[in-house]
């Protein structure tokens, strides 16, 4: 899915607007901010309707939106946010317990910012919704990044050593593989927190190789080892084959700085949370 570009906001007091038909869900939701943003003011309305009388009042820093709302459905509520807004600008993040489906099937059109599977949780939430108005300077955490071009590599790896993140660069899917093999062989599994791999690569293997190999060989799942594909192609099916065969999310080129370091931390984080969760069990 294309971006718009990323503005700057004023995360002092960032005004956050939550939609959705629930009750309980909104009151859950501001629950949980309100630990993660103790500064936010929090904007909750069950209707589409309601969110643009409210938009009025003031402008709000991000929107989350339920797919399904009592009087339209989510994306239309976006849409409107993007012609009438007096905001340069509003992440829009659609929360929803099917977004897996709709990701692949790319029916999430270009009004929306990003996407929140809800059964990850509502901390999860809440880290993904500060990960916007409010990123870590530092986060920490190793990304195996694939990349077979090392001019491209070297100013991808400076970006993201900046947000305080460790990068192992490989130049194909062989590099990549042998990584994880070394990993699991000294017994960390799954060696890096992230992968971050572009889709075509010099060689025969692709990205989409890798994913086969990540999920399919070495038996790690999303939780355990996400995958984040940066791919220039906006070909749907393309995109969806992706998404299919195990892509976490997609990032769409020419990258932008502040999307890419967003999506990596919120899989960063989540995979750590289901990981933490499973060794529980």
Known sequence: MASPAFRTFDTSNPRIMVVDGSKVVRKMIEGVLRQALPDMEFVGCETGEEAKAALQSGAVNLVTTALRLPDMDGLDLARFLREHTPQAYIPIIVVSGDVQERLENRSISDDVTDYFDKSLGFNALAAFIKGYVAPEAEAGGEVLYVEDSRVVAMATRRMLEKHGLSVTHATGVEDAVA???TARAQGKVPGPDV????V???GELTGKDL???IRQD?????GMLPVLVMTGDANPANQSDLLRAGANDLVQK???ERLLVTKLLFQLRVGRLLRTKNAKK
Do not use: M, Q, R
Not at 195 to 198: A, N
Not at 218 to 222: D, L, S, V
């Open 218 to 222: 070495f038996g790690y799942a999303k």
């Open 211 to 213: 994913l086969k190999a």
């Open 179 to 181: 990584h994880l093999e």
């Open 254 to 256: 020419p990258i932008e």
């Open 200 to 202: 075509y690569l010099k």
């Open 195 to 198: 992968v971050l791999t572009d």
